[in-house]
Every structure is written in C-alpha cells, then in structure tokens.
Nanobody, 115 residues
Framework: QVQLVESGGDWVRPGGSLRLSCTAS????????MGWYRQAPGKERGLVAT???????TYAASVRGRFTISRDNAKNAVYLEMNSLKPEDTAVYYC?????????WGQGTRVTVSS
C-alpha cells in the first residue's frame, strides 16, 4: 500500500499563506490523480484540489483563485500553495492518490487560520 506523508500545516493569521507538501513512499504514475481534501471541525470531508497529467487542475469553488496545486513527479510529491487564507479554511488537510480503482490517504496535517 502507498504511504502518504503530509507536512506544512500550521497556525496562520487571516490573509496569510501556507505551503503544504505530501510525499508518497513509492512511485506514483503521472496519470494518477493526486490532490488534497480537507475536513473542518463538525463538517464533512470535501475536495480541495486535484491534479493529473494531461488535465488542468480542479479546485473547489471555495478555494479557486487562492490555492494552487502542483506536482513533482520525480519526487512523487504533491503540493498545495494556500494564499489569502480565511478562518473558514481551518481544517485537517489530507493528501490522496487515486490509482485506477484504489484510493490512498495520508494521516492529515492541521491548518488553523485565526487572529
């Protein structure tokens, strides 16, 4: 099973920025989707952004224009640059990989946006 390890979660003031990183324990084909989900306190887990070779990135409407997803296939890594952060972005962020019919998930990294 693929192991995914996230990092970069932190506390930040509204309007600030964070960069999340996720590295897989083994090779991830560029044709497989990699991305990020998040779960805020008391809310359901939802998609944040995804990226795969040959496709434009997909973003949730709530983060479009503020977050940027990118990949480094040589490092089997996916990143999420988060700008203009809002308190509503507070959540645990989970890295994921979609490999054909199988999904893999990281343990999550916590982002807290508050003043």
């Amino acid at each position: 099973q693929v192991q995914l390890v996230e990092s970069g979660g932190d506390w930040v003031r509204p309007g600030g920025s964070l960069r999340l990183s996720c590295t897989a324990s083994q090779t991830i084909y560029s044709g497989y989707a990699m991305g990020w989900y998040r779960q805020a306190p008391g809310k359901e887990r939802g998609l944040v952004a995804t990226l795969r070779a040959g496709r434009d990135p997909t973003y949730a409407a709530s983060v479009r224009g503020r977050f940027t997803i990118s990949r480094d296939n040589a490092k089997n890594a996916v990143y999420l640059e988060m700008n203009s952060l809002k308190p509503e972005d507070t959540a645990v962020y989970y890295c994921y990989v979609k490999a054909e019919s199988t999904e893999f998930w990281g343990q999550g990294t916590r982002v807290t946006v508050s003043s």
